[in-house]
């Protein structure tokens, strides 16, 4: 028989909400402060990522044309 979640103890301390709501709220002021650079590092990663794979796409390209070239 799997026992069910309700039967195990309730592990959660209570100092778990306290920490995430302070948690939430240092991290909202921190994104409302570094909004532009994270908008310019989320735009930086995404072209990073299809430079990526673009490259990854050539390469894939070339390894499916050697073959024939043989």
């Given at each position: 028989p799997v026992?069910?979640?309700?039967?195990?103890p309730f592990a959660r301390p209570p100092v778990s909400l306290f920490t995430?709501?302070?948690t939430h709220?240092?991290?909202r002021s921190l994104v409302r402060s570094h909004?532009?650079?994270?908008?310019?590092?989320?735009?930086?990663t995404l072209?990073?990522?299809r430079t990526?794979?673009?490259?990854c796409s050539l390469v894939a390209r070339s390894l499916?044309?050697?073959?024939?070239r043989s």
């Open positions: 026992p069910s979640p309700l039967t195990r995430r709501s302070l709220s240092f991290a909004t532009r650079s994270l908008v310019l590092s989320f735009a930086r072209s990073f990522a990526l794979s673009f490259a499916d044309r050697s073959p024939a």
